[in-house]
T-cell receptor, first 111, second 114 residues
């Protein structure tokens, strides 16, 4: 069964606003990753945060990880129309276990 | 700079027909994966190959077979297609196995089974 669950399922905001997406997972992880998927395309890796990290930044992206609550959030600041996409979290356990993806959040940024 | 290439991009099959989806990567990655993506279901792992010569079942392997032809290529075969296998199929690769690094995805094969 899938481990990561994103919230909300869909989000619509105005250009320039911030977008926050949340991800919850069920068991212990080694790392958590976020991906973006534009319509009709494959997933593109955005950021990886390890279990011993609490926050990570990449450009306009900010990811937090709270292992005590088994949750992560992705914040996109000053959103643009080009940020319109689906965003997925993926949780990685230790060892050779493959990533487990959540169901995604559909973000629409309206110009 | 192709990355992960999937062929074909679209395919329509009739129930009971067979089909092989092809995937090739040019990044010298050791591990490769096949996923299916259905509306509202996210990505579900079908099979993966941690290294050349090995394959393992994922979450939803029934009705599929795979072949790791060489380090570059990993194919997915539907022996007798069923309407429930209508989906978008994605291939991905990583430098090494496990979950500690980013996956690189192809742009998918959209498969419809009538």
């Amino acid at each position: 069964s899938q481990q990561g669950e994103e919230d909300p399922q869909a989000l619509s905001i105005q250009e320039g606003e911030n977008a926050t997406m949340n991800c919850s997972y069920k068991t212990s992880i080694n790392n958590l990753q976020w991906y973006r998927q534009n319509s009709g395309r494959g997933l593109v890796h955005l950021i990886l945060i390890r279990s011993n990290e609490r926050e990570k930044h990449s450009g306009r992206l900010r990811v937090t990880l709270d292992t005590s609550k088994k949750s992560s959030s992705l914040l996109i600041t000053a959103s643009r129309a080009a940020d319109t996409a689906s965003y997925f979290c993926a949780s990685g356990a230790s060892g050779n276990t493959p990533l487990v993806f959540g169901k995604g959040t559909r973000l629409s940024v309206i110009a | 700079n192709a990355g992960v290439t999937q062929t074909p991009k679209f395919q329509v099959l009739k129930t009971g027909q067979s089909m092989t989806l092809q995937c090739a990567q040019d990044m010298n990655h050791n591990s490769m994966y096949w996923y299916r993506q259905d509306p509202g279901m996210g990505l579900r792992l079908i099979y993966y190959s941690a290294s050349e010569g090995t394959t393992d079942k994922g979450e939803v392997p029934n009705g599929y077979n795979v072949s790791r032809l060489n380090k570059r290529e990993f194919s997915l075969r539907l022996e007798s297609a069923a309407p429930s296998q209508t989906s978008v199929y994605f291939c991905a690769s990583t430098l090494i196995g496990g979950s500690n690094q980013p996956q690189h995805f192809g742009d998918g094969t959209r498969l419809s089974i009538l």
